[in-house]
């Protein structure tokens, strides 16, 4: 069984500072990973994923995440963020069959 | 690529009545599609999965009668509420996987009201 863990529901950040979104997972067989992004009455954008290879993976809209297989983490990045950026984030695993997605964090961006 | 449409993208409905909920892939062939149901503020809950050509497996407490899904083509799932009650009302999301793949693309939701 798989199970995801995203550890703030909300995190407020000034415009143009760095950010970072916390997911961690549990698993019993290797997995895939993926951070998707929602805006208001949308459906999810595809961030970024992690397949296999370099642990640093880098994304859409300037994101990068880093896969932690001794920590099972794997955190969203971005340096340097924007108003536009304000939005619900979800954090999702995919082992044998299923893939299962975090509760969300919430990324409000204030001026 | 991997684009995935739904239609309609709101839908608004008298109580007792059923709805159709259209999902595409539009630039790739999706051997397997998923239904999600969002509540405000919530993950997203998954419903079934649809595989092409044959029956949707549904997840643990979702009604198989009263959420009809279809998967007739590579392209192509719908998802019927049928009967539909206000407690129905919900974000919906279809999601799609290109065969052999791993990722999910996403349909961009319907929104359903039940009056």
């Known amino acids: 069984a798989q199970s995801v863990t995203q550890l703030d529901s909300q995190v407020p950040v000034f415009e143009e500072a760095p950010v970072e979104l916390r997911c961690n997972y549990s698993s019993s067989v290797s997995v895939y990973l993926f951070w998707y992004v929602q805006y208001p009455n949308q459906g999810l954008q595809l961030l970024l994923k992690y397949l296999s290879g370099s642990t640093l993976v880098k994304g859409i809209n300037g994101f990068e995440a880093e896969f932690n297989k001794s920590q099972t983490s794997f955190h969203l990045r971005k340096p340097s963020v924007h108003i536009s950026d304000t939005a619900e984030y979800f954090c999702?695993?995919?082992?044998?069959?299923?893939?299962?997605f975090g509760a969300g964090t919430r990324l409000f961006v204030k001026a | 690529g991997a684009v995935v449409s739904q239609h309609p993208s709101r839908v608004i409905c008298k109580s007792g009545t059923s709805v159709k909920i259209e999902c595409r892939s539009l630039d790739f062939q999706a051997t397997t599609m998923f239904w999600y149901r969002q509540f405000p503020k919530k993950s997203l809950m998954l419903m079934a999965t649809s595989n092409e050509g044959s029956k949707a497996t549904y997840e643990q407490g979702v009604e198989k009668d009263k959420f009809l899904i279809n998967h007739a083509s590579l392209t192509l799932s719908t998802l019927t509420v049928t009967s539909a009650h206000p407690e129905d009302s919900s974000f919906y999301i279809c999601?799609?996987?290109?065969?052999?793949?791993?990722?999910?693309?996403f349909g961009p939701g319907t929104r359903l009201l039940v009056l």
């Open positions: 999601s799609a996987r290109e065969t052999g793949q791993e990722t999910q693309y």
């Open positions: 999702a695993v995919k082992g044998s069959f299923k893939t299962i």
